[in-house]
């Protein structure tokens, strides 16, 4: 028997590139909603390893497909197709405006392929405008930590120090119908936008700002891109939050659910736009994996089917009356927003920049739950989680206030 080394979480401070800040303890299993740590202390988890595992942990039929294709085959390359593929392929395009799919392994590779696909096929369609490479992103919007797509994301702190990088891309203020009029133009190629932004804040488009989006690009043959990484999947109440709105994009970038954990993403696009990849244009060696393809085609079915849908709208109205009831009695929000189970909740001013203390002091209580900038509370919990675990999550997060508030006051 090999004997596995003796870590702890010193180990990643020693042996780990410190891009991140991980939580004093460590998860080592899960199922279901519910997490335990080293210690076999157990947690709630009403944040889904950030809006990625839907079907919560250890599904038993996701897992099944994972083990049998384990056991089939794992890797082939992309000098093959293979049936996996085919039928994620078949079943995202059945179920989607779109026609044609493109894998890749994060969210970020799917956006940097939607983005250059817009470039590519402006460069393709408009010989005659070689300035047609504009593209117009929003501000406070995240698309991934490719130097592309930390360029293109609207906060600048994500791209500071890593200059010079890509031109040519605009970022105008999240829904205002104004200043995307005066924007989008000839020179533009594209338009990258969350339906609902994430990591931003928890904000939803109003479906005005989309329709409009939509109208300035078929009037200026620009590429509407919808960045569904963290709202897609599920987590809107439908499969994917461009039906909620009724503005179909040309493009639309999926990933966070799409593998419930196994890493793998999806550009979807049509039949027109499709063919300006052509061989030997973009690809990924991993892209569209069998073992990915596998795992991603049981959570599609899983997740597309009306009981978990309708349920991801249950269980967001529950957590929205949940949370106004604890507001209720700790006044500590001044708004509750979002969309499905990617709900914020926007801190009172007295607790301005506090966000993470009360991850930080949830997490002590015994409940996962996220920060989307120090200002707003995220939950992004399995779309199947049970009510009794909503229920003793948000117990578990209202205990963990006062440890909070009475350091304000006291401060
Ligand atoms: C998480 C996220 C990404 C990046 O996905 P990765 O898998 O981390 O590359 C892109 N866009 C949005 C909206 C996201 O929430």
Redesign the pocket.
Known sequence: MTRQPAVSRLTFDDVMVPTYSPAPLIPVKAEGSRVWDSEGVDYIDLAGG??VTALGHGHPEVLAALVSQAKQLWHISNLYTNEPVLRLARRLTDATFASKVFFAN??????EAALKLARRAAFDRFPANPEKVGIISFAQ??????LF?VSVGGQPKYASGFGPLPGDIEHLPYNDVEAAHSAIGAKTCAVIV?PV???GGIRPANREFLKTLRALCDKHDATLIF?????GMGRSGSLYAYMEYGVTPDVL?T??SLGNGF?I?AMLTTDELAPHFSPGTHGSTYGGNPLGAAVADKVVELVNVPTVLNGVRERSAHVLASLRGINGRHGIFKELRGMGLLLGAELSDDFAGRAPDFVAAALSAGVMILNAGQNVLRLTPSLIIPFEDIDEGLRRFESAIPSVTDSQAAA
Do not use: L
Not at 141 to 146: P, Q, V
């Open positions: 950030i809006a994060s969210g970020a590779e799917a956006n919007s995240f698309h991934g930590r490719t797509t969350e932004q994430g990591e960045d569904e990484v963290q709202i970038t990933a966070k890493p993403a």
